[in-house]
């Protein structure tokens, strides 16, 4: 398999529950994205890894936990979301932490919070 | 900080060229992108264009850039039904930090 896989595509979850979002990606990238997409909003750029190590939380709230266990696997743990977490997050790669040739996005995982 | 804006929705005709806007505030950018995304899928990168270039085409597609106006726009040749999709404008600036800064996406509609 080529490119950045999300899964689950779909996931519907209750305020207290506990679940995770997982990206894994094969083009050999170093570095890995996890952006928030909500209705008629920019992309929100949630955690940046580069070979493994987070280099940027734009101020996320902790109840969204990155994993980063090795370049090729990105995981995001969610506990005691907020409806208003519900939305398509997406996760990208890019071979480094400068895009110079832009980001591979997969195809994202549609969060429902109830 | 960097902001990049979008018209959020177009309407064209099946055959006619589309335009789509965009414009940032932040004149250190380094590239600049177009991204599209159909229904219930990412975003594909479908072109990028260096700071220090003015135009770029890429068989039905064509970007020009005003670096003094600070303005980016997609130009599609013979838009066509499946061309129907979110396009995104997005920017690496050096005050971001060269991270992908994205807009908020134009909505084109193809009509038949």
């Known amino acids: 398999e080529t490119g950045v896989t999300q899964t689950p595509r779909h996931l519907v979850m209750g305020m207290t529950n506990k679940k995770s979002l997982k990206c894994e990606q094969h083009l050999g990238h170093n570095a890995m994205y996890w952006y928030k997409q909500s209705a008629k909003k920019p992309l929100e750029l949630m955690f940046v890894?580069?070979?493994?190590?987070?280099?940027e939380n734009n101020s996320v709230p902790s109840r969204f936990s990155p994993e980063c266990p090795n370049s090729s696997h990105l995981f995001l743990h969610l506990h005691t979301l907020q409806p208003e977490d519900s939305a398509l997050y997406l996760c990208a790669s890019s071979p480094t932490a400068t895009p110079t040739y832009g980001y591979t996005f997969g195809s994202g995982t549609r969060l429902t919070v109830v | 900080g960097e902001d990049v804006e979008q018209s959020l929705f177009l309407s064209v005709r099946e055959g006619d060229s589309s335009v789509i806007n965009c414009t940032y505030t932040d004149s250190s950018s380094t590239y600049l992108y177009w991204y599209k995304q159909e229904p219930g899928a990412g975003l594909q990168l479908l072109t990028y264009?260096?700071?220090?270039?003015d135009m770029k085409q890429d068989q039905r597609l064509t970007v020009l850039l005003n670096k003094k106006d600070k303005h980016l726009s997609l130009r599609i040749a013979d838009t066509q039904t499946g061309d129907s999709a979110i396009y995104f404008c997005a920017g690496s600036f050096t005050g971001g930090g060269n991270k992908l800064t994205f807009g908020t996406g134009t909505q084109l509609k193809v009509e038949l």
């Open positions: 890894y580069s070979l493994e190590e987070r280099v």
């Open positions: 264009i260096f700071s220090n270039m």
